[in-house]
């Protein structure tokens, strides 16, 4: 089937390391995207990309980084920049097109946490 | 800049009753508006998806109503069952793609 996976579910970062979070798809979609959710607050976009080698930075990209090396890839790298990183991560995809009948796919979310 | 609003925050009812969960957005300029279900320390599902041009979306006991005019959405979701309890949530898509969403409104159907 296809669809997102992100991994690891779970992960806990101690101060000034930097993590990454993986994220793969295998729908084809050339659109990605990373949010962060906290308790009470809609998803805030962090980055996205619409093609391979090409990003753009979402309303709140400090202290994060990303990259596209592959149109099925788009790792997120936590760093020690980011002062409060604790959250829940969801990365999705969707086709980059003019017609407005596509949706986004979101993958099951990596929960970090700052020991 | 895109802003969602949902309310209420959560509502709570009894099995069977139906349910009217509100989205309001102040750019009616979407491109389209989604519907998302998150279950606890999970990802979202997609519900439900309105394109501009329409005016609602059904799906079983699913129904979305989209008014771009007044900046607002509904789901309806009928004769509820305890499998619906979860926290659903609209997002508006602007035309360079990108989702603004709600906060969401928590569901709780009680048996």
């Known amino acids: 089937d296809g669809g997102i996976t992100q991994s690891p579910k779970y992960l806990f970062r101690k101060e000034g390391q930097n993590v990454t979070l993986s994220c793969e798809q295998n729908l084809n979609h050339d659109a990605m995207y990373w949010y962060r959710q906290d308790p009470g607050q809609g998803l805030r976009l962090i980055y996205y990309s619409q093609i391979v080698n090409d990003f753009q930075k979402g309303d709140i990209a400090e202290g994060y980084s990303v990259s596209r090396e592959k149109k099925e890839s788009f790792p997120l790298t936590v760093t020690s920049a980011q002062k409060n990183p604790t959250a829940f991560y969801l990365c999705?995809?969707?086709?980059?097109?003019?017609?407005?009948?596509?949706?986004?796919?979101f993958g099951s979310g990596t929960r970090l946490t700052v020991v | 800049k895109q802003e969602v609003t949902q309310i209420p925050a959560a509502l709570s009812v009894p099995e069977g009753e139906n349910l009217v969960l509100n989205c309001s957005f102040t750019d009616s300029a979407i491109y389209n508006l989604q519907w998302f279900r998150q279950d606890p320390g999970k990802g979202l599902t997609s519900l439900l998806l309105i394109q501009s041009s329409q005016r609602e979306q059904t799906s079983g006991r699913l129904n979305a109503s989209l008014d771009k005019s007044s900046g607002r959405s509904t789901l309806y979701i009928a004769a509820s069952q305890p499998g619906d309890s979860a926290t659903y949530l609209c997002a508006a898509s602007s035309n360079d793609y990108k989702l603004s969403f709600g906060a969401g409104t928590t569901v709780t159907v009680r048996a």
């Open positions: 999705a995809s969707s086709k980059w097109t003019a017609d407005s009948d596509y949706g986004y796919t």
